[in-house]
């Protein structure tokens, strides 16, 4: 039996950065994951190049069953504290729109840094190693030949499970006596059907767009696929949605009210498609759909109020999403109320950690769940 300070399970973005936080404190870490390759979700991430933090990162724009929980961690462990490490590897980025930042080359840099990172503080990494059971007995945890005080679970969700994640993170929760929140997918593309599903006929078309879900609204683009919504406006909304909710977008945010009016007045013999701003796929589609056909000039006032209005708060019923296949992250989790927001330690479990995706903590699309990734995890690491 080999005998460590310390093992944590899933070597991700959480686990990778947990575990030689705690190895540079002089600690002796196993990080054990049942894939070959360490990183698969940075990988991919991005494009290929990893969005690995968010420069507006701020508690409000995470989801959670308490909004409270990650405002410690994120306070300690900031983006600019993530940029200077990333800095100190000489690792070009660029930031994108909306404070989103990427490595100008691959993400493959991201992960070389981390494992350099693991190496720094001596941590043994084993991979392509199936956990097995998990037992705790004379104030140890036992895994796999190994034994420790401490166990962090940073396996993430079940979201993208081609790059082997699953619900094990859950199952050991539970299995530990830890309340886990009803798990679902997030940021992820929604789908249509009956009346809506027209719309899937005009998949590759985007547009800018302001999608709504309840109170909740964000400004990006939207994408029509062979399914339904996605793009990340779409995205950004489906952590927020649920099923049998409506989905809201405003076509032309920009617009303001009475511009269509104005429209018939300087373009009397234009048709509706003709003056609306966006793709002509879609503006096609749409006037067909709001039943105005012919020169704006033959129409009265009313109709073309109301098509206005449409355009402006057109409702879609999705009747369901992809689903963890084309979900970036997991909503739910461990619940926050078994943890504690400052070292991220089960409270009825002394030595059992969860970090990470695991926890019922969803960022916003666009780096936010990478650096609640590194603050939750330099936060665990700091207390082992």
């Known amino acids: 039996?080999?005998?460590?300070?310390?093992?944590?399970?899933?070597?991700?973005?959480?686990?990778?950065?947990?575990?030689?936080?705690?190895?540079?404190?002089?600690?002796?870490?196993?990080?054990?994951?049942?894939?070959?390759?360490?990183?698969?979700?940075?990988?991919?991430?991005?494009?290929?190049?990893?969005?690995?933090?968010?420069?507006?990162?701020?508690?409000?724009?995470?989801?959670?069953?308490?909004?409270?929980?990650?405002?410690?961690?994120?306070?300690?462990?900031?983006?600019?504290?993530?940029?200077?490490?990333?800095?100190?590897?000489?690792?070009?980025?660029?930031?994108?729109?909306?404070?989103q930042l990427f490595c100008d080359g691959s993400a493959k840099q991201i992960v070389a840094m981390l494992l350099e990172e693991s190496a720094k503080g001596d941590v043994t990494i084993r991979l392509g190693t199936e956990t097995g059971a998990v037992e705790h007995r004379d104030g140890q945890f036992h895994v796999g030949g190994a034994s420790a005080p401490a166990l962090v679970i940073a396996t993430g969700g079940p979201s993208i499970p081609k790059l082997g994640a699953t619900s094990f993170a859950y199952e050991l929760a539970r299995q530990f006596g830890l309340k886990v929140v009803q798990p679902r997918p997030a940021l992820v593309p929604l789908t249509l059907s009956g009346e809506d599903a027209l719309f899937t006929e005009l998949s590759g078309v985007a547009t800018d767009v302001v999608a709504r879900c309840g109170k909740t609204a964000f400004r990006e683009a939207a994408l029509f696929t062979h399914r339904g919504l996605s793009g990340p406006a779409i995205l950004q909304v489906s952590s927020y949605w649920q099923r049998g909710e409506d989905v809201r977008i405003d076509y032309l945010p920009d617009q303001p009210h009475g511009w269509l009016l104005e429209a018939k007045r300087a373009q009397p013999r234009a048709p509706l498609r003709r003056v609306l701003p966006l793709p002509e796929r879609l503006a096609t589609t749409l006037a067909e759909r709001l039943g105005v056909v012919g020169e704006l000039g033959n129409q009265s006032d009313k109709v073309l109020r109301a098509a206005e209005a449409r355009l402006h708060d057109?409702?879609?019923?999705?009747?369901?999403?992809?689903?963890?296949?084309?979900?970036?992250?997991?909503?739910?989790?461990?619940?926050?109320?078994?943890?504690?927001?400052?070292?991220?330690?089960?409270?009825?479990?002394?030595?059992?950690?969860?970090?990470?995706?695991?926890?019922?903590?969803?960022?916003?699309?666009?780096?936010?769940?990478?650096?609640?990734?590194?603050?939750?995890?330099?936060?665990?690491?700091?207390?082992?």
């Open 1 to 99: 039996m080999s005998e460590y300070d310390a093992i944590v399970l899933g070597a991700g973005a959480a686990g990778l950065f947990c575990a030689a936080t705690a190895g540079q404190r002089g600690k002796r870490v196993l990080l054990l994951d049942h894939n070959a390759e360490v990183g698969r979700k940075i990988l991919i991430s991005g494009g290929g190049r990893c969005n690995f933090t968010n420069i507006y990162t701020a508690p409000d724009r995470y989801l959670s069953a308490n909004p409270h929980f990650a405002k410690s961690a994120l306070a300690r462990y900031t983006p600019a504290d993530f940029i200077k490490l990333v800095d100190s590897y000489g690792i070009a980025w660029h930031e994108k729109t909306l404070g």
């Open 314 to 384: 057109w409702h879609f019923a999705p009747n369901g999403s992809e689903g963890y296949a084309k979900a970036e992250v997991t909503a739910g989790g461990v619940s926050t109320a078994e943890l504690s927001s400052q070292t991220m330690e089960a409270k009825k479990m002394p030595g059992l950690y969860a970090i990470g995706e695991a926890v019922d903590v969803t960022g916003w699309l666009g780096g936010y769940n990478f650096q609640w990734a590194w603050a939750s995890a330099w936060a665990a690491g700091q207390a082992l």
